[in-house]
Structures are given as structure tokens and as C-alpha cells.
Antibody, heavy 122, light 105 residues
Framework: QVQLQESGPGLVKPSGTLSLTCAVS?????????LGWVRQPPGKGLEWIGE???????NYSPSLKSRVTMSVDKSKNQVSLNLTSVTAADTAVYYC???????????????WGHGTLVTVSS | EIVLTQSPGTLSLSPGEGATLSCRAS???????LAWYQQKPGQAPRLLIY???SRATGIPDRFSGSGSGTDFTLTISRVEPEDFAVYYC??????FGQGTKVEIK
């Protein structure tokens, strides 16, 4: 069973860059699927940020596309998320998750990492 | 871009009652792309239903999903104490609805 663990700074200054890493265990990124990022501001709903395939192909949320970059490191079996020019509105729990795709194009997210809280504040 | 609207925002129920949660898409979508998740406070979301009606591994059969086109439904036949949580629908592994909170009455 694939397990995901997010890591990175818990505090980022406004206008700075949020950088997170998702380590994959129990399976190889190369044998996988898409890995996605989802965030959740405190007390609010879920927001899809984007996803990356082990080849490096990406899909980003239109609302965040200008500020988001995702990358994959096959040697370390991990993916990374960078979000630039952050503001307080980017304060959220950030989840790494596996995007499953089955026959017929059926798509869902499972499993999820535990999530990591990132606060944007000076 | 698909927008998912969930209703009601909050559902107040007593244990043992049935629950019907709605997810409406802004345009017709393939049922293959519709999933439901449960989230409890301080926890990551958990997959309940994928492909609109297929239960994920380990999900009790009191949870069922249905629907097509623009209207989808998550039904909990008899709410158990552990079912009080927020429920989200999702399209194509991307867009989420705003959530429905199922709370104890």
C-alpha cells in the first residue's frame, strides 16, 4: 500500500515561495499514476492545486497556474510543489495524494497523505 | 470549468436516520469521474465512492452513490455515530464541491 508523507516549512513569509515535498513509500513513483496536491484553508473546503506524472507531465488549477510548479525526483521517489508570491490566502493544510485512473477513465484520489499546515505570515 | 454545488450545506440528523446528500454539476459529466469523500476534523479526506456508485475498499454498505448527468447523490442508509463528518464530491479527480456537513441533531 502506497503511503505519502508531506514535508516542508510550516511558516512562509508573504511574497515568498512555499516549497513542499511529498515522499512516496510502499511503491515506486515510476510504476504509479499521477500524484496530486490539494489544499484546505483553515475551516474551509478542499481545493485542487494540480497533479504530476512520473514523466514530468503536469496539470495545474487554472486559478493557481501562474504561481505553481510541480516536479518529480525519481531517484528519491518524491514529488515537489512550489507556490510563488504567497499571501495569507495561501495559508492552508497541503495534502499530497495519489490519483487513481481505472479502465474507462474512472478517476479518484486515494490514498492521501496526512497533510501539512503552511502558514503565510511575517 | 465544471462547478460542483453540494446541498444542503448542513444536515442535522439523529443516529439511525437516513441521509441524502446532493451534488449538482454545472454541466453534464461522466459518472466515471464522480467521487465522494468523507473528512473528519483533523484528518485527511477518505475515499468513499468512485465512478459515482462504486464503494471503495472497506467502506460499509450503508454508503451508496448514484446519479448521472448533472445530478449525483450520496446516501447513508442509517447514520452511525462515526458518520458525522463533512462530505465532498469531486469531478475528474480535480474539482471539489464545497462540502456538506452531517452533524448530530
Amino acid at each position: 500500500q502506497v503511503q505519502l508523507q508531506e514535508s516542508g516549512p510550516g511558516l512562509v513569509k508573504p511574497s515568498g515561495t512555499l516549497s513542499l515535498t511529498c515522499a512516496v513509500s510502499g511503491g515506486s513513483i515510476v510504476s504509479s499514476i499521477w500524484l496530486g496536491w490539494v489544499r484546505q484553508p483553515p475551516g474551509k473546503g478542499l481545493e485542487w492545486i494540480g497533479e504530476i506524472f512520473h514523466s514530468g507531465s503536469t496539470n495545474y488549477s487554472p486559478s493557481l497556474k501562474s504561481r505553481v510548479t510541480m516536479s518529480v525526483d525519481k531517484s528519491k521517489n518524491q514529488v515537489s510543489l512550489n507556490l510563488t508570491s504567497v499571501t495569507a490566502a495561501d495559508t492552508a493544510v497541503y495534502y499530497c495524494a495519489t490519483v487513481r485512473i481505472a479502465a474507462g477513465g474512472v478517476r479518484w484520489i486515494d490514498p492521501w497523505g496526512h497533510g501539512t499546515l503552511v502558514t503565510v505570515s511575517s | 470549468e465544471i462547478v460542483l454545488t453540494q446541498s444542503p450545506g448542513t444536515l442535522s440528523l439523529s443516529p439511525g436516520e437516513g441521509a441524502t446528500l446532493s451534488c449538482r454539476a454545472s454541466q453534464s459529466v461522466s459518472s466515471s469521474y464522480l467521487a465522494w469523500y468523507q473528512q473528519k476534523p483533523g484528518q485527511a479526506p477518505r475515499l468513499l465512492i468512485y465512478g459515482a456508485s462504486s464503494r471503495a475498499t472497506g467502506i460499509p454498505d450503508r454508503f451508496s452513490g448514484s446519479g448521472s448527468g448533472t445530478d449525483f447523490t450520496l446516501t447513508i442508509s442509517r447514520v452511525e455515530p462515526e458518520d458525522f463528518a463533512v462530505y465532498y464530491c469531486q469531478h475528474y479527480g480535480r474539482t471539489f464541491g464545497q462540502g456538506t456537513k452531517v452533524e448530530i441533531k
